[in-house]
C-alpha cells in the first residue's frame, strides 16, 4: 500500500473511530489488515471481526480476528454487534446485494447499534484513475466500483430499522460520512 493510500485510509479511519465507543463489539466488513483494529485498541474495543474478501488468512488477535470473506455470508455464526463499520466499502458492493444491507445489518445488531459507512462521491473514481495510472495509488479494486452515489446512502435504510445520526461530508466534499443507529 503506498503512501497516498495509507494517508486517506487514516483519514477515513480517524473520522469513524469517534463514532466507536469503549468496550463495542465492532464488525469491520472490508477490513483488508489489522490497522483498522489496531487503532481501535487505544479504547479499548471489546471484541472485533473484520471480513475481507482479499485477505488469504485468518488473523487472530486478543481482540479481534480477520476473516476471509464477504458480509454476510462468511461472518461466523450469527454474532451480534454494537457496531459495524463500512469505510470505502459500499461503492464495491454491487446494486442487488446494497438492496440487502438493511436487514443483513439490522439483524447482526444490537438494539442502538450503529453502522459507521464512508463513501467517496462519484467524481473522486476519476481522480483514483489518475492516481492510479501516475502510481501514486495502489487503486485498490477500482474495477469494483459500480457507480454508487453517496447521496443514496440514506435511502438503502429503513427509516422505521435506522435512524441517521450524522451525516459530514469530509476530503473537501470528495468522501462523506453517515452514522446509523438501529432503532426497534
Known sequence: MKLLDRFLRDWRIKKAERYIKPYDRVLDIGAFDITFFERLSRKPIDFGVGLDPLLKDVI????????????????????KFDCVTMLAVLEHIPKKEQSELNDRLYDCLELNGRVIITVP????????????????IDGMSLDE????????TPKLFNSEQFRLLKYKPFQLGLNNLFVFEKID
Open 60 to 79: 487472530i488477535k486478543s481482540r479481534y480476528k480477520l476473516i476471509p470473506g464477504r458480509f454476510p455470508q462468511d461472518l461466523p455464526q450469527r454474532e
Open 121 to 136: 462521491s462519484p467524481f473522486v473514481d476519476n481522480i483514483l484513475n489518475i492516481l492510479s495510472k501516475l502510481r501514486l
Open 145 to 152: 466500483h459500480y457507480g454508487f452515489r453517496a447521496k443514496e
